[in-house]
């Protein structure tokens, strides 16, 4: 496949889409705005198909976008007619799941399938995985993990495909492949993130949620090459990463959402958090209430807060917020 052609286009280039969307956010309220860009977490994995109350409420009055760890045809059949059905706007559930090394089919970690620079055999993985998912109600992976890992001590090295920035983002490519397929229209392909960004691999002394201090030609040379493969490929979205950078967590880092990846990379996509990472803006201490996190998350270019629910409480704020500055 030529790179980007199974890209799914986000900005100009249908007319008659753009015309929808455009009445469409004319439509909606502010709340339903932050709705949209709010994600929450089912207990599928813990209960079975189950959702808190709360979460059915936020998808019938539309302050749920997103779910994920919810899966299977029935179950998220019954999540898209609660929201389409009793929604104002009728908008559609985005699911997602962690399709990290197969969905029925398991296959060999990412780590050990690099090992074989086998790269038919890494994208036919992945789009084995992307029909399996997508039959079963699945619209979006976290995956592929760009992260070059070079300390063994990282538990998440697992999750990658280890230390070479070149393998990487030959890999990088070939998962996004197989994810999306030629055309993400397609119902038996799901919408690939380029995780953890950035330099979520070389966290200090290999502990998960480090700090990362790196040189500026250390982090283009080894550690961005295959997140940028990755979205030249096409990905359609990209997930912070928990570290900070240089002393900016990731999550409020203009530099590497709005600078790097949007202007130099021309990244036309969304960028969702990892886990509660707006909420853990306050643990870093660069933000001192929900408030100020979501604002920092939302100017530096984050589009989703995946499951702290900040930006449904807390976005009415900020926009007061900047109207006095």
């Known amino acids: 496949t030529r790179p980007g052609t199974n890209a799914v286009s986000f900005a100009g280039g249908d007319s008659d889409r753009d015309r929808k969307i455009e009445k469409l956010l004319s439509q909606m309220t502010l709340e339903e705005k932050a709705g949209q860009m709010t994600q929450y977490a089912g207990d599928m994995d813990k209960t079975g198909p189950f959702v808190r109350k709360e979460y059915e409420e936020g998808i019938k009055a539309g302050r749920v976008g997103s779910l994920l760890n919810a899966y299977g045809a029935a179950y998220t059949r019954k999540l898209q007619e609660m929201a389409v059905n009793n929604s104002r706007l009728k908008i559609p559930l985005l699911f997602g799941y962690d399709v990290i090394h197969g969905h029925r089919t398991i296959f060999p970690v990412p780590l050990a399938e690099a090992c074989s620079w086998d790269l038919g055999v890494v994208e036919k993985s992945a789009r084995i995985a992307a029909t399996e998912a997508s039959a079963q109600g699945l619209h979006w992976t976290f995956a592929p993990m760009c992260d070059i890992a070079r300390d063994p001590r990282w538990g998440r090295i697992v999750e990658g495909a280890g230390e070479d920035t070149y393998l990487g983002s030959l890999i990088a490519r070939a ?71 240089n002393g900016i967590p990731a999550t409020a880092n203009r530099f590497l959402m709005t600078d790097i990846l949007r202007t130099e990379w021309k990244f036309r996509g969304f960028v969702v958090s990892d886990w509660t990472a707006i909420m853990e803006l306050l643990a870093h201490g660069v933000a001192g209430d929900p408030v100020q996190a979501s604002q920092l998350a939302l100017e530096a270019g984050v589009d989703m807060d995946m499951q702290a629910g900040f930006y449904l409480k807390s976005l009415a704020d900020v926009i007061k917020n900047r109207g006095k500055d």
Do not use: W
């Open 175 to 245: 998962r996004v492949r197989g994810f999306q397929g030629n055309n993400l229209k397609d119902n038996n392909t799901i919408l690939a993130c380029v995780k953890h960004y950035a330099a979520y691999g070389a966290a200090l002394a290999g502990r998960d949620y480090h700090s990362v201090d790196m040189s500026d030609r250390m982090l283009r040379e080894v550690y961005l090459p295959p997140y940028r493969a990755a979205i030249e490929e096409g990905a359609g979205s990209v997930m912070t990463s928990f570290n900070d950078l």
